[in-house]
């Protein structure tokens, strides 16, 4: 019902950039908040930005003055723009979507594929 495609992640040194994009297509009546989420090897799952319908946004503590989250509403498109990266924000980052669908008006959590992203000299 909703499909949410990934793109962005990749390799780069410290210090460099990246910015990923997540787009949700679908038979969606609302979206709640869009987000976005990491897990590292051998760690659990963790919020890394969220920005909700009204526009709040809300980020990790490890992550607060260096990565920026933004959405195209009219697009259903959230950004996570990641500069000053570190070897520590290695993980694959999941895109998360909470929306309801106008078959259920139910609102639910989807999540995309992920995409890896490596920081290494």
């Known amino acids: 019902q909703v499909q949410l495609v990934e793109s962005g992640g990749g390799l780069v040194q410290p210090g460099g950039s990246l910015r990923l994009s997540c787009a949700a297509s679908?038979?969606?009546?609302?979206?709640?908040?869009m987000g976005w989420y990491r897990q590292a090897p051998g760690k659990q799952r963790e919020s890394v930005a969220v920005?909700?319908?009204?526009?709040?946004?809300n980020y990790a503590d490890s992550v607060k003055g260096r990565f920026t989250i933004s959405r195209e509403t009219a697009k259903n498109t959230v950004y996570l723009q990641m500069n000053s990266l570190k070897p520590e924000d290695t993980a694959v980052y999941y895109c998360?979507?909470?929306?309801?669908?106008?078959?259920?008006?139910?609102?639910?959590?989807?999540w995309g594929q992920g995409t890896q992203v490596t920081i290494s000299s």
């Open positions: 920005i909700t319908r009204g526009g709040t946004t």
């Open positions: 679908g038979s969606i009546f609302s979206i709640s908040a």
């Open positions: 998360n979507v909470r929306a309801s669908t106008y078959s259920t008006l139910a609102t639910n959590d989807y």
